[in-house]
């Protein structure tokens, strides 16, 4: 019994051993897989808009997520942020000009229209 226990634990481990070895057949044990990478980058050609945050998604790599994946959407998002601010900037003090210089010629325009009353 006992040498029987031993031959299929022979035929066991051999069999577990030509499966993950490939029984000598292809180029190795196992077939090199590409590593998974970020598949749905951020649009280039157009600015980031709600809908391509939300559909973002980065693939899991051993200890959590790539972070080169990670760092590379964060400085894009980082950078457009920036440059959205300062367009935003850019146009409220363009609006508080134009406020200034209409309020300047109303308060030009008025005394000239309570004299003519």
Request: no cysteine; proline share 6%.
């Given at each position: 019994?006992?040498?029987?226990?031993?031959?299929?634990?022979?035929?066991?481990?051999?069999?577990?051993?030509?499966?993950?070895?490939?029984?000598?057949?292809?180029?190795?044990?196992?077939?090199?897989?590409?590593?998974?990478?970020?598949?749905?980058?951020?649009p280039l050609d157009r600015p980031v808009?709600?809908?391509?945050?939300?559909?973002?998604?980065?693939?899991?790599?051993?200890?959590?997520?790539?972070?080169?994946?990670?760092?590379?959407?964060?400085?894009?998002?980082?950078?457009?942020?920036?440059?959205?601010?300062?367009?935003?900037?850019?146009?409220?003090?363009?609006?508080?000009?134009?406020?200034?210089?209409?309020?300047?010629?109303?308060?030009?325009?008025?005394?000239?229209?309570?004299?003519?009353?």
């Amino acid at each position: 019994m006992f040498l029987f226990l031993v031959v299929a634990l022979a035929v066991v481990v051999a069999a577990v051993t030509l499966a993950v070895v490939g029984g000598g057949e292809g180029d190795g044990p196992l077939p090199e897989a590409a590593p998974e990478r970020l598949q749905d980058l951020l649009p280039l050609d157009r600015p980031v808009d709600r809908g391509d945050i939300d559909s973002l998604r980065f693939p899991l790599a051993a200890r959590g997520y790539r972070m080169a994946d990670v760092d590379d959407a964060l400085s894009r998002l980082g950078a457009e942020l920036a440059e959205r601010d300062a367009r935003i900037a850019d146009l409220e003090s363009a609006l508080a000009g134009a406020q200034a210089s209409a309020g300047g010629r109303v308060s030009m325009e008025k005394p000239a229209q309570e004299d003519q009353q």
